[in-house]
């Protein structure tokens, strides 16, 4: 069962950072569209449906598997996963965060530039990048 856990956490995991990548990506399109045009129009349902149908299902998939094996393994006392779930709850602001800046856009209220998505589109790589060194050497 451990392994099967396993594997349904890191099929979750991928799922929900190929969203958490795409969708700063689709905001520096976005904001350079003018608001109310149909190119903006698209956008807007491009981002709820990513939102909806891919990153919100897997954020809440990665976290099941993931406190599963956590529990299941035994693990809770290791230094490493307590870094790695610091960098996990990172990772859940900017969703949070992503999630507030689509519902902005949906209101043709969007307050940043495209410069701006660009950089925000690095975090999650920066804090997958973290989290996977975390896992892999378990350093502590």
Not at 26 to 38: N, Q, T
Not at 80 to 108: N, P, T
């Amino acid at each position: 069962m451990y392994l099967w856990l396993k594997a349904l956490h890191i099929i979750s995991v991928i799922a929900w950072m190929a969203g958490m990548l795409y969708l700063p990506r689709l905001f520096v399109y976005h904001a350079a569209a003018k608001p109310g045009s149909s190119e903006s129009e698209t956008f807007k349902v491009m981002e709820r449906r990513l939102m909806q149908a891919i990153i919100n299902p897997a954020m809440i998939a990665t976290w099941i598997f993931g406190l599963s094996l956590a529990t299941m393994g035994n693990l809770w006392s290791q230094g490493w996963l307590h870094g790695k779930l610091a960098l996990v709850i990172c990772m859940q602001i900017v969703h949070v965060l992503l999630a507030r800046w689509r519902r902005q856009f949906a209101e043709d209220r969007n307050a940043h530039s495209q410069r701006f998505y660009r950089i925000v589109n690095e975090i999650p790589t920066l804090l997958l990048i973290g989290i996977v060194l975390l896992v892999v050497l378990k350093p502590f």
